[in-house]
């Protein structure tokens, strides 16, 4: 349904120095869906969700934004050192939020502790659960994910997973995730995009994996995951946005 | 009350310092102090303008310093010049452009020294009209722009992609500083104005953990200099914003004493 759309990129493109980084993407994001992009290093997953998020002037094609209430975690993000921030402080910095709203936000992502802490003390696992805490705190309708759990640890990177799967469910927010790690993409995602540069092929997480494109970007072995893990979907979605428990 | 020169000195450094603490934490945070700098010496252009012209000088140095601001951004957008090149460039040519302009306008006598380095003897009742109301204008507008200013200055993209403006409020925080710039130069001088935002700001980093504290300690920094400095530029008859400046470079060493101690905390 048209009013379920968050974000749909119409056969968008964007060149930097005369080098196009993607070119001819299309995609949408739904209320309660997670969308996943896939794909070897600089095949433009990040250019694609900056583009999304309309932060690119010049682009080719059309972003079709259909809300404001958006949650970003940014790949890379270096916290200057002149600039004295805790994690509370951080935790407010594009949305007014109350101290249980806070709160609830850090213990979802497992950092309660580190609240008054300051953020350049933290490792990379515990900035990355902050910059999480952060994107989810304001409820956003739109969840924009460049690979949130780079450097946590296994079993938090899991977890972390679980939790944005069941962020989409609670807020009904849409997800675009970004992600290397086809294990979980596989068994938390709705539709998978795999990009290199352009659109190699997409569709649900079954459909991709068998593709020869797929196959012939991440290997054999990257195809029989799926099999591994599908068996974790306990639910689907139906085309209005509901979720049904199969 | 106002009628003694070194009363109204005093309560125009006052003013000063509570607009530079706040202003001067984000000319750090964003590393804008070559930036002030570059705005601060055309403001010396600005006076000579008004001068040339009768014209108001706090309003002829804001619109000298945002005109050099605009035609900045211009030149960085048109030429392959790294921006400390560029920020140098306009720079030292303001200044030179000033001082040329200086010496053609003969019939007017210029305290040099005083335009440089600030005059103490020189701040009158007007000008404290202007510090202060001036002063709670941007104070008021920056307390408008602070969440997307802030926001994109810890990461520019975040900001932008939730939402805020960061380039409109890029361009309004230009705007203050060129206008903190205005209203201070009588004061601390052309040369030493980014000095006044940026060194009590950086002591203010020594002693805080978090950003509300460090604006407040630049303050409370601002205001240690200005009483430090006016009092011992009366006792020893020194220029008032070298003594100001000196004042603060006092506190900041202290400051680092508090630096030391914490990190042999952590070891």
Redo the contacts between chains.
């Keep these: 349904m048209e009013n379920n759309i968050l974000v749909k990129l119409n056969n968008v493109g964007f060149q930097q120095n005369q080098k196009w980084l993607v070119k001819g993407v299309s995609l949408k994001v739904e209320k309660g869906k997670i969308v996943t992009l896939i794909g070897p290093n600089g095949s433009g997953k990040s250019t694609t969700a900056k583009i999304a998020l309309g932060l690119f002037k010049n682009i080719e094609g059309q972003v079709e934004k259909f809300t404001n209430n958006i949650g970003y975690v940014p790949q890379k993000i270096s916290i200057d050192w002149t600039l004295p921030l805790r994690v509370r402080d951080f935790m407010l910095l594009t949305d007014n939020l109350t101290e249980d709203v806070i709160d609830e936000a850090l213990s979802l992502t497992g950092v309660t502790n580190l609240k008054d802490k300051s953020l350049g003390n933290l490792s990379g696992g515990e900035f990355q659960r902050v910059l999480l805490a952060r994107a989810i705190s304001k409820k956003p309708d739109l969840l924009v994910l460049d690979e949130p759990v780079q450097g946590v640890d296994f079993t938090g990177e899991i977890a972390l997973y679980e939790l944005i799967k069941e962020i989409s469910e609670k807020l009904n927010c849409g997800i675009l995730l970004i992600s290397h790690d086809l294990h979980t993409v596989m068994s938390a995602t709705d539709h998978v995009v795999c990009l290199n540069g352009h659109v190699c092929c997409s569709g649900s997480p079954k459909e991709v994996a068998k593709n020869s494109e797929y196959k012939a970007l991440f290997g054999e072995q990257a195809a029989q995951t799926l099999s591994i893990y599908e068996h974790k979907h306990d639910h689907v979605h139906t085309s209005d946005g509901d979720i049904k428990k199969n | 009350m106002f009628d003694d020169f070194f009363i109204r000195a005093l309560v125009a450094g006052i003013g000063i310092a509570f607009v530079a603490g706040p202003l001067g934490c984000f000319v750090?945070?964003r590393?804008l102090s070559y930036f002030g700098d570059t705005l601060a010496h055309s403001a010396l252009l600005g006076v000579t303008i008004a001068y040339s012209l009768e014209f108001n000088i706090a309003v002829s140095i804001f619109l000298i310093s945002s005109a050099i601001a605009l035609i900045l951004i211009q030149l960085q957008k048109k030429t392959n010049l790294p921006s400390d090149a560029l920020l140098g460039l306009l720079a030292h040519s303001s200044l030179a452009v000033g001082l040329v302009v200086i010496g053609f306008l003969t019939f007017i006598r210029f305290d040099i020294m005083g335009l440089l380095f600030g005059d103490i003897l020189a701040v009158n009742k007007k000008d404290l009209v202007t510090i202060w109301v001036g002063g709670a204008l941007i104070l008021l507008v920056l307390r408008l722009i602070w969440?997307p200013l802030?926001?994109s200055?810890?990461?520019y993209?975040?900001?932008?992609?939730?939402?805020?403006n960061p380039d409109r409020a890029k361009a309004i925080f230009t705007i203050l500083l060129a206008a903190i710039i205005a209203i201070s130069i009588k004061l601390v001088g052309v040369l030493l104005i980014t000095g006044m935002l940026i060194i009590p700001t950086a002591m203010a980093?020594n002693l805080?953990?978090?950003?509300?504290?460090?604006v407040i300690f630049a303050i409370i920094g601002g205001l240690l200099s200005v009483f430090i400095g006016l009092f011992s530029s009366l006792e020893f008859n020194t220029p008032s914003g070298p003594s100001i400046i000196a004042a603060a470079l006092v506190l900041f060493i202290f400051s680092l004493l508090k630096v030391k101690q914490t990190i042999q905390l952590k070891n």
């Excluded at chain 2, 805080?208 to 460090?214: A, T």
């Design positions: 750090v945070w590393r969440k802030f926001a200055t810890v990461n993209e975040l900001a932008q992609a939730e939402g805020l980093r805080s953990d978090n950003p509300q504290k460090m």
